[in-house]
């Protein structure tokens, strides 16, 4: 039931299948999932009565609750006159206040990669990105760090890959690095984040086609969603440490641009063929892979808006993760359950690096020699190459990167998925005091 008290307006929604729980062939729980979609589509009704203030009651589970009338309230239109009337969502009654103002933390969370995400290219540039993440992360100063690497930074590095991608551009690469520091000693093992930032893709010399190249502010997704789940648990305070790691350029072409069959050298020493140049999220993955090795992590985890590979796969059913570790997936998994936002694993195959390796000019190629074929898994073969470390996992979310009536509680638009499973994910390991091998 959703209600707003001045005026007694009610609105009456459906839960469906009482106790439904946990369905092993949705892979989600759909008591959840149900109460998110329903509470939605009753603060959306609301909203359009233009009442300015919402009491929701928390239907057997406060915090989902919480996120389906904060996700589905949420709209990008900070660039119309015309806006929507805010409308602010509160909990009715007392009980279960805790976990109402969890879920709405949850919630804000992936607000903030949907918003970054839908944010015109010429408003979230590398740098503006780096200051906005680093705006939010204000509140926290006590225990996180917030580090805004410049371009002669990222050349001393050695990160040659992710600075053949940015030469393109007249906007200058950063390399943001986020230190959140919760864990009881600072010196603790921490959790990787790392997030591909292409806070545009025109595709380079191999230009993509213009119709739907809008969609391409959208590729800093993988950045978006780590930095929101960082600041996530940082409002959260969770006990654990993540760092997070997000090489930010865009990918245009010009002059200056990688041409199709350069080489360059990875941070690692290892060259690459650049067989097509809108393959390029692999390139800056390259190179924070391997800078993320310096932190002795528990885990490593990368997102990326890396194929259309993968939406052709899965479509926005769920990110497709390739990883290493059994012990990681497991974790992952079974976040994605609560949360909704579900993850599927996907094969790391060596018949998928032989496809790759397989390079006339170099040590690898930045695409598989069969071209489309298993271009998903490719790409992640690819990214291996630059991981030694035994808990790693890598998540394309280049299939759930937008909704368009798909996910009931968000609107059409940037969907700032999987946030809420990092952070579900995030949240589960600080309370795993196992240490896998």
Known sequence: MVRESLRLNVVVVGLGKKNAGVNDQENW???????????????????????????????????????GAVLGLHEYNELKQKKKPVVTPQLHGSAGNEAWQKGVIYAEGQNLARYLMEAPANYITPIKFAEYIEQKLGNFASNVKVHIRPESWIATQQMGAFLSVAKGSAEPPIFLEIHYLGGAN??????????????????????????????????????????????????????????????LCENMPSGKANKPGDVVRAKNGKTIQVDNTDAEGRLLLADALCYAHNFNARAIVNAATLTGAMDVALGSAATGVFTNSSWLWNHLYEASIVTGDRVW?????????????????????????????????????????????????????????????????????????????????????????????
């Open 29 to 67: 729980d759909e008591d959840k999932e149900n109460i998110r979609a329903a509470v939605a589509v009753g603060c959306r009704q609301i909203q359009d009565l233009e009442i300015p203030c919402v009491e929701v009651d928390p239907c057997g589970d406060a915090q989902a609750a919480a996120e």
């Open 186 to 247: 600072a010196n603790d093992s921490p959790l990787v984040f790392v997030g591909k930032g292409v806070t545009f893709d025109s595709g380079g010399i191999s230009l993509k086609p213009s119709s739907g190249m809008d969609a391409m502010r959208a590729d800093m997704g993988g950045a978006a969603t780590v930095c929101s789940a960082i600041v996530t648990a940082a409002a959260l305070n969770l006990p654990l440490n993540i760092i997070g790691l997000a090489p």
């Open 345 to 437: 694993r996907m094969p790391l195959f060596e018949h998928y690096t032989k496809q790759v390796t397989d390079c006339p000019l170099a040590d690898l190629s930045n695409i598989g020699k069969y071209s489309r074929a298993g271009g998903a898994c490719t790409a992640a073969a690819f990214l291996r190459e630059f991981v030694t470390a035994p808990h790693w996992a890598h998540l394309d979310i280049a299939g759930v990167m937008a909704n368009k009536d798909e996910v009931p509680y968000l609107r059409k638009g940037m969907a700032g998925r999987p946030t809420r499973t990092l952070v579900e994910f995030a949240a589960r390991l600080s309370q795993d005091s196992h240490n896998p091998k």
